[in-house]
């Protein structure tokens, strides 16, 4: 029985992967095998020892010490694209308000409440006042074509925009999802001077956070709209403002609200909503639980943020999993204690191994964690 910790409230949708024959789910377990998160912080957590895995039902993972968990041993799993869909549906709406001055008219219409037979005429006489440009053959920059910048731009196209996109890390899988008609840069300087829309889908890491700032928007065309469904720390806020008071920028769309810029004018701030949706929040979950469940049971080691991908056959007699820090002989070592195996694999990522053996019989498993350099070894029959 394998004990799972859910912190946040978890889909039932994505709970029902994990046979309740086999796995118990709770918000109090104390000695949990694993933990599913959306948005809670781990930062502060205290993972008990016998902890193996966390799984975020979401991409994005700054809210885990992802890096903390691998010296323990316990490996990070995200859902990558599986909110990808509601987030782009975010974005193009976003798209949108950003021109159309949609919201503020709204708003000015309220104001309209209790005028009577004058409504009709008051509207035509103010409506001039949020009149807004069209989307229709204006250019969009997409920098980043991961699962939702990539989704977004194929939108974008469909909607009668021309697209630039910018991702040195680029796919291949994800240039053949393109659709053809996107341009494809390797400077980012071209996606600056000739964009009207600026939408950024990066990871948020110490070499891209504030990368939106005076010296880049100083690049961008008069009047850009900046869309950030990212992280709020792509964007320097002080730089951001500057620019919308300046009118260098003529809005900024983030899904990530501060006190430092909500009420600023220019800034339509949407309180994070980008995977809010039931649909997002059963594609997260149940794709958490299922690389919770792969590992767990079979040693499967897929869409980590903090150890390697390792495919592994579903059927085995006794499988030896074990993750090992990055160096001289430990491989060799571990392989050695192992002995004679039916199929044996091995991967490294930043100075973490994961090795995994299948062997007929038994293993001293006190032996493998007595070698320097392994972190954790697990025995599954």
């Known amino acids: 029985m394998f004990n799972i910790l859910t912190l946040n409230k978890i889909s039932k949708c994505g709970l029902d992967n994990l046979n309740e024959k086999n796995y118990k789910c709770s918000d109090n377990s104390e000695k949990p095998d694993a933990i599913m998160v959306r948005s809670a912080s781990l930062h502060e957590f205290n993972f008990d020892e016998n902890t193996v895995a966390v799984a975020r039902a979401g991409a994005g993972v700054n809210n885990i010490p992802v890096d903390d968990c691998a010296d323990k041993g316990i490996v990070v799993f995200n859902t990558p694209g599986a909110n990808a869909n509601a987030v782009k549906e975010l974005v193009i709406c976003g798209l949108l308000i950003s021109s159309r001055k949609v919201i503020d008219a709204i708003e000015w219409c309220k104001t309209l409440k209790g005028e009577g037979d004058a409504v009709a005429k008051l509207v035509e006489k103010g409506k001039s006042?949020?009149?807004?440009p069209e989307i229709l053959g204006k250019t969009l920059g997409v920098i980043g074509l991961g699962a939702i910048g990539n989704m977004v731009a194929n939108a974008a196209i469909a909607m009668g925009m021309n697209v630039i996109g910018y991702d040195p890390y680029l796919s291949v899988s994800g240039a053949l999802s393109l659709n053809p008609e996107v341009k494809l840069t390797a400077d980012i300087?071209?996606?600056?001077?000739?964009?009207?829309?600026?939408?950024?889908?990066?990871?948020?890491?110490?070499?891209?956070?504030?990368?939106?700032?005076k010296e880049s928007i100083g690049k961008m065309k008069d009047n850009v709209r900046i869309l950030n469904f990212a992280r709020g720390g792509l964007v320097d806020e002080n730089d951001i403002i500057n620019a919308l008071e300046s009118e260098k920028v003529a809005?900024?769309?983030t899904d990530f609200p501060t006190d430092k810029i909500i009420g600023v004018k220019g800034v339509i701030a949407i309180p994070h909503l980008g995977a809010s949706s039931p649909e997002s929040e059963e594609n997260c979950a149940s794709m958490a639980a299922i690389e919770l469940a792969n590992y767990l049971e079979k040693g499967i080691i897929r869409n980590s943020v903090n150890f390697p991908d390792v495919?592994?056959?579903?059927?085995?007699?006794?499988r030896v999993c074990v993750i090992y820090k990055d160096g001289k002989d430990v491989q060799a070592k571990i392989a050695a204690e192992v002995g004679q195996s039916v199929s044996f694999i091995s991967a490294t990522r930043k100075g973490k191994g994961y090795l995994v053996a299948d062997i007929e019989g038994d293993v001293g498993k006190t032996k493998l964690e007595s070698i320097d350099g392994v972190v954790r070894v697990r025995i599954l029959k």
Request: charged share 20%; net charge negative.
């Open 129 to 132: 006042n949020f009149a807004g």
């Open 189 to 213: 300087d071209d996606i600056y001077k000739s964009s009207d829309y600026i939408s950024v889908h990066v990871p948020l890491n110490d070499s891209t956070k504030g990368f939106v700032n």
């Open 251 to 253: 809005a900024y769309v």
């Open 311 to 318: 495919n592994l056959p579903g059927a085995f007699d006794t």
